[in-house]
């Protein structure tokens, strides 16, 4: 079992006075869309229990991103970005590769422009079908971000990225 006793981080030196003064947010900048985000590197995982609107909005106060579960209707994500404009940077809509999923994306992304980042989510990423899923998300979304995966293999990472 392991512990923290068996974890060693070292730091390097450091110009800073004090722990206050240190910031996890990172700016980015994404190859295919070209956005750019400013923000903790943290995303909260597409599960019903915690991708939630709640979470979205408690978590964008600390800039870290949510992914949202794809059960919210899309009247649903009309009402919270409506109503939570400055969270808007912080959230994904979530879609699996069917056909209801990816038109539910596209109904969503209609409804609510200030929405510019999608996940796609499934167990195998690795497959050819996800694949060309990504590819035609990114063809008829290209101003969005796309955060797609699961994947295992360093292959299929840069296939997914280039």
Request: one cysteine or more; glycine letters at 4%.
């Amino acid at each position: 079992k392991l512990d923290f006793k068996d974890v060693l981080i070292r730091p390097k030196r450091s110009t800073l006075a004090s722990r206050r003064e240190v910031s996890l947010e990172r700016p980015f900048v994404f190859k295919h869309s070209k956005r750019e985000w400013n923000g903790v590197p943290i995303i909260v995982a597409n599960m019903d229990t915690v991708g939630t609107f709640d979470m979205a909005t408690i978590m964008s106060k600390h800039g870290c991103m949510v992914t949202v579960h794809k059960h919210y209707t899309v009247a649903e994500w009309k009402m919270f970005a409506d109503a939570n404009p400055e969270v808007m940077p912080y959230v994904a809509v979530s879609a699996g590769t069917s056909r209801s999923d990816l038109d539910k994306v596209d109904e969503i992304i209609k409804a609510c422009p200030s929405v510019t980042c999608i996940c796609l989510d499934v167990a195998n990423g690795y497959s050819e079908a996800f694949i060309g899923t990504v590819r035609e998300v990114r063809a008829k979304h290209p101003s969005h971000t796309i955060i797609a995966g699961n994947v295992v293999t360093n292959e299929m990472t840069e296939e997914l990225i280039l």
